[in-house]
């Protein structure tokens, strides 16, 4: 049940752009992203909905696809400040449990 | 406004004893759930409250339990503490109302020594 995320690790320098993916076995009715940096608690970025809404964050973008079950995030022009551990977190129904996947490591170099 | 308060902040406990741990959402926020967070397994959902009533429950046994009050704080109790409970607990609240995503709280720290 657990979403299967790629890449596990990405290093860019910044201004590049980076898509990290979620995938799931399941049929979904939302996919949420969060950033988590080092030490601190996940932070909020992102959610997408069945049904094609989508609440957004800053200058960050994201994609579901009902269908395939999968949804990528699509960080444009990185920033220093992107750097983190990206999770995405799949709901199959709605108010059912919050499932995270294992994460994906995002360092930026100046 | 202020944001999901978790205590304690660090912990360490001996094996065999019980934990207690604390979680105030968000004014307004019905919803509470928890996670265990460790480097190997990532964010584990534990369970999750709503107006009091557990709505949701993930795979851990039945040493961990939980329970949300009137007032939507919630607390976790974890008894005969094991060397791999050792973790960071997450605590998230939401409206829980279609759209909206978790805050999470800044989490306890558990030792098991």
């Known amino acids: 049940q657990q979403p299967v995320q790629s890449p596990q690790a990405v290093i860019l320098r910044e201004g590049e752009d980076a898509v990290i993916n979620c995938s799931s076995s399941?049929?979904?009715?939302?996919v949420h992203w969060y950033r988590q940096k080092h030490g601190e608690a996940p932070v909020f970025l992102m959610i997408l909905l069945k049904g094609g809404e989508q609440k957004g964050h800053e200058k960050i973008s994201a994609s579901f696809n009902e269908k395939k079950q999968q949804s990528s995030l699509y960080l444009t022009a990185s920033q220093l400040s992107y750097s983190g551990t990206y999770f995405c977190?799949?709901?199959?129904?709605?108010?059912?449990?919050?499932?995270f996947g294992k994460g994906t490591r995002l360092h930026i170099l100046p | 406004k202020a944001g999901v308060t978790q205590t304690p902040r660090y912990l360490i406990k001996t094996r065999g004893q019980q934990v207690t741990l604390s979680c105030s959402p968000i004014s307004g926020h019905r919803s509470v759930s928890w996670y265990q967070q460790t480097p190997g397994q990532g964010l584990q959902f534990l369970f999750e409250y709503f107006s009091e009533t557990q709505r949701n429950k993930g795979n851990f046994p039945g040493r961990f339990s939980g329970r949300q009050f009137s007032n939507s704080r919630s607390e976790m109790n974890v008894s005969t503490l094991e060397l791999g409970d050792s973790a960071l607990y997450l605590c998230?609240?939401?409206?829980?109302?279609?759209?909206?995503?978790?805050?999470f709280g800044s989490g306890t720290r558990l030792t098991v020594v």
């Open positions: 998230a609240s939401s409206l829980a109302s279609r759209g909206h995503g978790y805050t």
């Open positions: 977190g799949t709901e199959p129904n709605r108010d059912d449990k919050i499932i």
């Open positions: 399941k049929a979904l009715y939302s």
